[in-house]
């Protein structure tokens, strides 16, 4: 039997990607040495774990509903799911944890994110998977890990705020209805405007 120990040792945003990406470093420990390692990773935003201003009181609203009712709506989010490949190591190694961070509002981890002025973000990583091992008689076994194996990890909100602004300077996205999307371009058409923020100023939004 193999029990791996989990850490994360660090966060950063990942230059030059196609998509707004953090990179996690991930610290792995055993104490047999392993030939690899199929690990499943869950990232869950742990949001009972920190204290709300006023302003992210009424930026989460549509999330948590009123701050009243908090004790109950105020919930765990799924952030996201994703497999890595760990390489052979001989009791630890590092290896870096790669997410894709979406900017559309209505994922409710983008929202949660977005609402928030600063301070840190409370993570929960859990882990399950295969991991391949020599046993003592020197071939190769596997056995597969439990979600009972975590870690968790304080993401600075900056770093989120400072990859989303490395990508979308200064904007967000909102999604509409095709029917919407196409009254609105036309609106915009027919009165010149130049752009679309034009338009909705010129609606009165």
Known sequence: MVDLGFSVLDAARVEHTAVPTLRFALGV?????VRSVLLD?????????RGYDASAHERLFELFGPVADWGT?????LWTRTTLVVPPFESSTMVDLDVPCSYDLEVAASRYLDALGDGDVPLEFLFSGSVFYTGADGG???????????????????VWKETMESYFRGTAWVRLSKESFDRLSAYKSRNALASWDDALEALGL
């Open 29 to 33: 420990r055993s104490e047999v040495p």
């Open 41 to 49: 990773v869950q990232l869950q935003i742990a949001a009972r774990r």
């Open 73 to 77: 709506t105020l919930r765990t989010l």
């Open 140 to 158: 190769l076994q596997t056995t597969r890990l439990s979600w009972q194996s975590e870690a968790a990890y304080a993401l600075p909100v900056r």
